[in-house]
């Protein structure tokens, strides 16, 4: 019957979003947990150089972090260095290869504990999870010598701060004096001005490259709905290749005219950024030494040939730091990068996605609080929907009043379902009743749902964003469990029963709104019906807190509206049949 595939409708749709964000998060998650990628496996047993005998024989107690901590202390140590602080960033780079290639963020955490470590983007080589930036040239000729990994370039002025130029320079001996000017802004944004002068007697032809290189094959989240890996912007297209698919079909090449390219994480970019109006040919690279996965993304720019007694420029950017939404949007539009944003994963609904970010970090701004810009967007969504959802709720109130007639038709026509229908349907048609109405707030609150979803879980803004109470980080799921009584009881439950207080009052509210609705006639699928809040609460239980406390709220500011509507149709009773 109609009403009934109404209901089945409604079902199916909830329950099939639902059941892929679980297929499509905790699945991945839970797999991603219980094995690494065999790259990162091999990086974090294999030895070090041979040249590096007290880190080379680990002893076995020490976790593969506080090898990578031991490796990077002593890499720190090898070569003089330039110190780098602006505030938000700080560590140094190489000046043996002019390597950008130790950086900490310092507005960031491994945990939401303060006193937990910085996050560092940037390790050194030597490492087992090196990954750096540098920048240079490549000579058309063998036989000119240009600045490589091992070229010790000479230092003027320094640390490199905001407001502060730093020169590196070497003099190849041949006639060739190339420099490295070298800028910081307050944020994550490094300039690298290279400069070549020709005091040699012949022409020389020079191309400027920018190189990021990786050790390793990163931990992934395994997301389907989150890339991570090689990434750019490249012929105003946005690219985003897989590890896996460089590891088994080999390089990526592919010609643009300025664009950018990089690695991201979850989090976190580092990206170069050639001059905007330069015809480059950017590639994606896998390689594999000592059976380590190494994976590089570069660019090659025009050729430039530099005259006897003349000089040649050229002008890149490196960005290396968190992917904040406004900040990128910043770079876009001052430095005229092109999809900059698009290093945040918003998605298939970026149309919807961006927005809804954009609205929760303005009501942010206000609040101070992303739990209370979550409620307050809620209510603006209702208020948007709110037409919509008042005639459905009337329809599905008229409906409801509609019930004992109903019953009548279904027992008088019992055994013949075509005359059944015909008369429900003249009788939805008398009493100016749309059976479908009570589906449309939750096909229109689908998109609306999946896109908050995207921006909890992809944004560095939402990242340990703090609610009240015990909801200290509203991108990760609530942190209690009933099962022993929200931490009263000294017992750990297993993942499938972390059922805390918010899920619970998620449940309850659906609860009450199933109360409010029409109930099918179908005694099976009344049960049906009876156990959806239960398995709702149980598949909610593991998703973003910020989302659970949406999806409550919604219903709370829907039960309130249903029921003023309730009480206003009531007191107009159904017309005689």
């Known amino acids: 019957m109609t009403e009934q595939r109404n209901l089945i409708l409604a079902i199916v749709l909830s329950v099939g979003i639902i059941l892929a964000f679980q297929y499509f998060y905790e699945i991945p998650r839970l797999h991603k947990a219980q094995q690494a990628e065999p790259g990162e496996r091999a990086a974090q047993v294999e030895k070090p150089e041979a040249d590096r ?42 000046l043996r290869g002019a390597r950008i290639d130790d950086l900490l963020l310092d507005d960031y955490r491994e ?38 990994a091992k070229t010790l370039w000479k230092v003027e002025g320094g640390p490199l701060r905001p ?9 190849n001996g041949s006639g060739l004096r190339f420099e490295k000017r070298i800028t910081l802004d307050e944020n994550y944004m490094f300039t690298v001005r ?44 946005l690219q985003e290749i897989d ?10 090449e592919l010609e643009s005219v300025g664009g950018w390219l990089g690695f991201t994480d979850k989090y976190w970019l580092v990206a170069l950024v050639p001059e905007q109006k330069e015809h480059i040919t950017a590639t994606f690279r896998h390689f594999t030494n000592d059976g380590v996965d190494r994976y590089q993304t570069d660019y090659i720019g025009a050729p430039v040939t530099v005259a006897p007694g003349d000089e040649a420029t050229a002008t890149a950017h490196l960005f290396a730091g968190a ?67 008042n005639k459905s709720y009337r329809a599905m109130s008229r409906m409801k009043q509609l019930q004992p007639e109903m019953a009548k ?17 003249e009788l939805y048609k008398r009493e100016k009743v749309n059976p479908m109405a ?40 609530d942190p209690t469990t009933v099962f022993n009584l929200f931490g009263l009881l000294p017992w750990e439950p297993p993942a499938f029963l972390h059922i805390g207080a918010l899920p619970l009052l998620m449940g309850l509210t659906m609860w009450l709104q199933q109360r409010l609705n029409p109930q099918p006639a179908d005694p099976a699928q009344a049960r049906v019906m009876m156990m959806l809040p239960v398995i709702f609460t149980f598949l909610f239980a593991r998703f973003p807190a910020g989302l659970v406390l949406y999806w409550a709220w919604s219903n709370l500011l829907s039960i309130a509206q249903q029921w003023v509507i309730m009480r206003q149709v009531q007191k107009q009773p159904a017309k005689a049949g």
């Open 194 to 237: 290279e400069r070549v002068v020709n005091r040699s007697d012949r022409a020389v032809t020079l191309y400027p490259y920018g190189v990021v290189s990786r050790r390793g094959t990163p931990k992934t989240l395994g997301y389907y709905i989150l890339h991570e890996g090689p990434i750019g912007a490249l012929g105003e297209r």
């Open 323 to 389: 992917k904040e939404v406004e900040l990128l949007d910043h770079y876009e539009e001052t430095l005229g990068i092109p999809l900059f944003d698009r290093a945040v994963d918003f998605g298939w609904f970026y149309f919807l996605t961006k927005p809804i970010f954009y609205i929760l970090h303005t009501l942010y701004k206000w609040t101070g609080n992303y739990g209370v810009a979550i409620l307050l967007m809620t209510l603006l969504v209702r208020l948007a929907l709110f037409p919509l959802a």
């Open 438 to 477: 009570g589906c449309l707030p939750i096909v229109v609150q689908i998109p609306v749902f999946f896109a908050l979803y995207k921006v909890l879980f992809v944004n560095i803004e939402m990242r340990h964003a703090y609610f009240f109470g015990w909801i200290r980080d509203l991108s990760a799921p």
């Open 243 to 252: 590890y896996a698919d460089l590891r088994d079909e080999g390089p990526v």
């Open 163 to 171: 407001g502060s130029e730093v020169v590196l320079s070497w003099d």
């Open 111 to 148: 945990t939401i504990d303060p006193d937990s470590a910085r996050i560092r983007l940037l390790h050194p080589v030597g490492t087992a999870r090196a990954y750096f930036a540098e920048f240079g040239w490549v000579a058309k000729d063998e036989g000119v010598k240009v600045p490589d």
């Open 409 to 425: 038709i279904r027992e008088r026509f019992e055994h013949d379902k075509a005359r059944m229908n015909q008369e429900l349907m």
């Open 53 to 94: 005998p007290e880190a080379a024989r680990p002893a076995p107690a020490l976790t593969s972090e506080a090898i990578e901590t031991r490796l990077i202390e002593q890499a720190l140590r090898e070569a003089p260095r330039l110190a780098i602080d602006n505030a938000r960033l700080s560590g140094s780079l190489t």
